[in-house]
């Protein structure tokens, strides 16, 4: 898998920089420089790993990297639409390298706990503000307004939603990995990590509808058509799947999934301690021991 991401991050990262009138400059910048990065771990840990005294730091390593890479190479949508099978390659590679965190301690558990919550409270209020954006953008009576709740919109993803994405999968990630609720042993986590990696598929879609907005409303209020009624479904289902991830983190429905209950099978049942603070004699070589 490594060598096969290496060959993907070249590919990628030289199909972004080749890109003519990119739409973003910034994010084809990230995006060449990152997967040259990643080309080069790849490739290094592919050979890494026929070293045995190189095995356990290479595969740190590369756990902490794909980890922070899937939700850059989200950012790099914006650039180039390749990284959609990267984003899948850096999960699968995580799950199959069996990332093993230490156990948070209480107070970092709750301060990542906090920064969780937070990003994703903040998460929930930045969807429903632009479903109320596209709300308004398809109905506004105004140029003014019609125009400005695309500029809004544009701004909103740019600035407040991706990062939020990024953020929210991050520090989901880093709870998950470092308490007993694991990302694969119980099925409401696993359901929000597929529900953190499917919203940005939508955003791929949000994005160029709402610069087409934007730039037809330029000149004069129009009818959005088709575009804007797509844009406030897809709007409507990314604030809905925020909702039910946060009903999951609340109810945790489902229990174990088959590999976390392999998981507990695996771990042989712990004895109990005692001790022998005094024996009485009950038959000829016999006493009953008395413990604490």
């Given at each position: 898998m490594q060598l096969v991401f290496g060959v993907f991050?070249?590919?990628?990262?030289s199909m972004i920089a080749l890109r003519p009138d990119p739409p973003h400059p910034l994010f084809t910048t990230a995006g060449t420089y990152g997967y040259a990065l990643a080309a080069v771990l790849s490739f290094g840990g592919w050979l890494a790993f026929g070293r045995p005294a190189l095995t356990a730091r290479i595969r740190?390593?590369?756990?902490?990297?794909?980890?922070?890479?899937?939700?850059?190479?989200?950012?790099?949508?914006?650039?180039?639409?390749?990284?959609?099978?990267?984003m899948t390659l850096s999960s699968v590679?995580?799950?199959?390298?069996?990332?093993?965190?230490?156990?948070?301690?209480?107070?970092?558990?709750?301060?990542?706990l906090?920064?969780?919550?937070?990003?994703?409270?903040?998460?929930?209020?930045?969807?429903?503000?632009?479903?109320?954006?596209?709300?308004?953008?398809?109905?506004?009576?105004?140029?003014?307004?019609?125009?400005?709740a695309y500029l809004l919109l544009g701004s909103f993803e740019i600035l407040l939603a991706i990062p939020s994405v990024f953020l929210t999968i991050i520090t989901g990630v880093v709870i998950s990995l470092g308490t007993p609720w694991g990302l694969l042993k119980h099925k409401w986590v696993l359901v929000k990590l597929v529900i953190a990696l499917a919203l940005p598929f939508?955003?791929?879609?949000?994005?160029?509808?709402?610069?087409?907005?934007?730039?037809?409303?330029?000149a004069g209020q129009?009818?959005?058509?088709?575009?804007?009624?797509?844009?406030?479904?897809?709007?409507?289902?990314?604030a809905a799947l925020l909702w039910t991830a946060t009903i999951l983190s609340v109810f945790k429905p489902g229990g174990r999934t088959r590999w976390g209950r392999r998981k507990d099978e695996a771990q042989p049942t712990?004895?109990?301690?005692?001790?022998?603070?005094?024996?009485?004699?009950v038959a000829a070589d016999a006493v009953t021991p008395s413990r604490r």
């Open positions: 991050a070249v590919t990628a990262g740190r390593v590369l756990i902490v990297f794909h980890l922070l890479f899937v939700p850059a190479q989200f950012l790099f949508l914006l650039a180039h639409p390749t990284p959609w099978l990267g590679i995580v799950v199959g390298l069996k990332p093993r965190l230490p156990r948070l301690g209480r107070t970092p558990r709750k301060v990542w906090t920064l969780h919550v937070g990003i994703g409270v903040g998460w929930l209020g930045i969807s429903t503000g632009m479903l109320l954006l596209s709300i308004i953008g398809a109905t506004a009576g105004s140029h003014e307004l019609q125009h400005g939508l955003a791929f879609f949000e994005g160029p509808w709402i610069e087409e907005l934007e730039a037809r409303s330029a129009i009818e959005t058509g088709a575009t804007g009624m797509l844009l406030i479904g897809a709007m409507g289902l990314f712990p004895g109990t301690a005692a001790t022998v603070v005094a024996a009485r004699p």
